[in-house]
């Protein structure tokens, strides 16, 4: 097989990550280095299925270590989700002489790779760019340090507001039915409590919380909630706190501030060492793999154990910042 693969294609796809750019400039000049031809492919599939490729090389990719984002764009494409619209893709790929893919994104993108590779026998390879760290089989996924961090500074300075102003507040962070931003937000922060995802929200729990708080002293409180299906549900619960416990509250919800941003140190070091194993792995033969971290070792393992959602990265954390509030 490495001695097949002469010209690969990077995509990013899905929600953008801080980390994708990190990722490109290391596939870029790893593949340089080895002699590949390389090309990005603008807009994630949909890009790919207009054939709007663009060559790029170690000058194309350089200044853009320290920038959010991700310099080849992303969209959502639905219509790869048909095989016909897959065919077309590969036509696309093979008529410009392309051998493999590289595809960033989450567990849908990856989705749509692993069918590309399965019903073409066409070499792809996964890199997980999703902030949700919510993908199976992956301890961590780029774009998750940087959004935490962006969450923590800003409840920080929303924490100095409520202490002043001795109030409670709800803070929405992102992570559509992932809680793991949350829940890491919440013990970086030392949030009272955090709701998450799917669960039933007991604000009668809630409000006991708040005033043993209250009896001990404290003249604030954070609650974290994972934003779910759609941002705003925290004004509900700020709503039932005052009618029935008559606990004033505000709201803050961060929204894509967190998208946003330089990649932390993390992302930039996961993106630079994901993307060279990206293409190495390629030259090793490997065919339909994902690099990830797992137990802190970055390894190439079968795609298809990537391809569902999955919160295990950061199950075990559950409860630990309730149980340090108190
Ligand atoms: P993420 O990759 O972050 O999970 P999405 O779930 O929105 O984001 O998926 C991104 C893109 O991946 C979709 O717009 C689509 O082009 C492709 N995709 C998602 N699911 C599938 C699927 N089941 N089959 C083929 N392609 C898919």
Known sequence: MSNKIKTIAVLTSGGDAPGMNPAIRSIVRTAIGNNLKVYGIKRGYAGLLNNDLVD????????????????????????????????????????????????????????????????????????????????????????????????????????????????????EVMGANAPSIALKVGICTGAENIIMGHEQTDIDKLASDIKRGIRRGKNSSIIVVAEGKAPGRSYDYAKELELKHKINSRVCVLGHIQRGGSPSGNDRFYGSVMGQKAVKALLDGQFCHAIVCQKSEVIAIDLDKCLTKSDDAMKSYIGIAENLSI
Not at 88 to 103: E, S
Not at 136 to 165: H, M, P, W
């Open 56 to 171: 790029l090389n170690a000058s194309s990719v350089g200044d853009i270590i320290q920038k959010g984002g991700t310099i080849l764009n992303s969209s959502r494409c639905p219509e790869f989700k048909e095989k016909a619209s897959r065919e077309l893709a590969y036509q696309i790929l093979t008529d410009r002489g392309v051998d493999a893919l590289i595809v960033i994104g989450g567990d849908g993108s990856f989705k749509g790779a692993h069918s590309l590779a399965s019903e073409f026998n066409f070499p792809v390879i996964g890199i997980p760019g999703t902030i949700d760290n919510d993908i199976s089989g992956c301890d961590y996924t780029l774009g998750f340090d940087t959004a935490v961090q962006t969450a923590v500074e800003a409840i920080d300075k929303i924490r100095d507001t409520a202490e002043s102003n001795e109030r409670t507040f709800f803070i």
